[in-house]
């Protein structure tokens, strides 16, 4: 008798070392080991203070307990050596101001037609909100977690209005209507977003700081127009073929312009930029940005700086598909081409006396230059900076004519370029033709200008210029 008590003893406690454990339930869950069911009482865990919490000996890695001195949950995400207590924390519990975005009800109630959001308050976008009302951000963040699953949709007017600045993040816009009727505010951020299928882009005017970061534009009827910015931040913008109309228009005056990188791909029929209205820029930067596709680039300042070039020498410009323009590639030349058999006089009232050299002129590659009458041309750029000069001059005089020609810098000849020419006796027969070459390095700055002078340094006569020809780059 006493075996067979043993025996089911030694049953029981095997049967219960390796079944399953139900509370509140006959038939606990095949996945767990304990199973604890009830509609009326939960599962309270131990309870201590932060002191106690830290004061557990080799606390278990994944050991739980609430912390009444911190109000959440806790759990060792470390081991018994190396104890890491991490809380249990929501979104909501981690910040202040938080808004979960699931519809559009979650939003404030619309004020005259218009959804406010509450100031410096983070409100999160999940899902599809179909908006009826546009948004005034009120200097609010507006964000979603990925752009692929968090939008913001409406079939028309502006999705953005008002005269606040805010910040828009991780989100696609959609639906057919406007993006943006911004008309003032201290900043607007607008952050790795994605614009699809809307009629326009819209307008965005009147901001101290608008700062567009990594933003795919697709399918949109039209772009945007930028209009009296301080400082326009542009990076990444991605305007794909799919895109109509004229991308991004720049009016009005603005303190920076800077766009880089991206790319514009226009189709035909289509214009990548528009600075048409020549807007006045302090500081312009177009860097890196690949312009490609049939359509027109840039429609550029009217009436155009320079002849084949788009944009005004506040502009610093490189970007493939489209001109260079920056100081440093500023050129300017200077041509006087006399009919053959004739030549153009300059003369001298006395020996030792430099003048400019008399003729009509013409440029023809002129780029942050400006031809400002015969014999000279002007620097139009901002940056100081030298130039290498080379110039030639073609001449008749008698054969006991000397002259010196120099570059001349506003006026007053650089004597470091000088060069001398006679036509000597049994060499040059009278009234032969010398050509001497001028080469000099140039220190300008805004404003100065660049001629070529000539003085009779001995002899009798005067100068018959047969050609001359500057280049400065």
Partial sequence: MKNIKLLLLTLLFCGFSYAQVGIGTTTPDPSSMLDVTSDSQGLLVPRMTTAERNAITDPAKSLLIFDTTENTYYFNEGDDVTPNWIPFLSDNERRDNYVLVKSVND???????????????????????????PIELNDAQLLGRDAGEDVLSKAS?????????????????EGGGTVFAITGGTSLLFQNCIVSGMASVGTISGVGLYFSNIVNFVGNTTGVTYTNIG????????????NAGTYETFTGTFGLIEKVSGFSTVASGNTGIDVSSSPTVGTGVLQGTVFSGGGDYVNGYNPEPYD?????NSWTVNAPGIPRESDDVATGDINLSAAVGSGVETSFSSNNTPKKISGTTTSNNLFRFTKNGDNRITYRGNKTRYFQVAASVSYQGTDDLTLILYIAKNGTVITQTKVYGRAATGFFVSGGILALPIIGTVELNQGDYIEIWAERFSGT???????LNLTAR
């Fill in 308 to 312: 084949g070039y788009n944009f005004s």
């Fill in 461 to 467: 006569g005067d100068m018959n210029t047969v050609s």
């Fill in 157 to 173: 007017g502006a999705v953005f209005t008002g005269t606040t600045g805010g910040n828009i993040k991780n989100l696609t816009i």
């Fill in 107 to 133: 939003f404030p109630a619309p004020t005259s037609g218009t959804i406010t959001l509450d100031q410096n308050t983070l409100y999160e976008i999940n899902g599809t909100i179909t908006l009826s009302n």
């Fill in 231 to 242: 400082n326009l931040l542009l990076n990444n913008q991605g305007w794909a073929s799919t």
